[in-house]
């Protein structure tokens, strides 16, 4: 099994900058597609971005040009690089790691806030 632990979460002013991380608990690169989420209060989980083992990566477009999602298969970590924050990207992160059609693990969340 795949243990997720985000980090790297918290409160910024329009414009800034936070840098995320999801490390697991074992070996990820060579199965898993990996992916960050979030969910603000009253609405669904929605996809933030994804990334195969290969390194091939998909964004929604709402984060496209502002955000980067990478894996470092060295430390075991995936990272999501998000600048020009937005009051509307203020929700619950969380990193999950796929196996297709055999098991989805989920990390337990960070906050990120973005106000003035």
């Known amino acids: 099994q795949v243990q997720l632990v985000e980090s790297g979460g918290g409160s910024v002013q329009p414009g800034g900058s936070l840098r995320l991380s999801c490390a697991a608990s074992?070996?990820?690169?060579?199965?898993?597609?990996m992916g960050w989420y979030r969910q603000a209060p009253g609405k669904q989980r929605e996809l933030v971005a994804a990334?195969?083992?290969?390194?091939?990566?998909n964004y929604a477009d709402s984060v496209k040009g502002r955000f980067t999602i990478s894996r470092d298969n060295a430390k075991n970590t995936l990272y999501l690089q998000m600048n020009s924050l937005k009051p509307e990207d203020t929700a619950v992160y969380y990193c999950?790691?796929?196996?297709?059609?055999?098991?989805?693990?989920w990390g337990q969340g960070t906050q990120v806030t973005v106000s003035s």
């Open positions: 999950k790691a796929e196996r297709a059609w055999v098991a989805n693990y």
């Open positions: 074992g070996s990820i690169s060579s199965i898993y597609v």
């Open positions: 990334i195969s083992p290969g390194g091939t990566s």
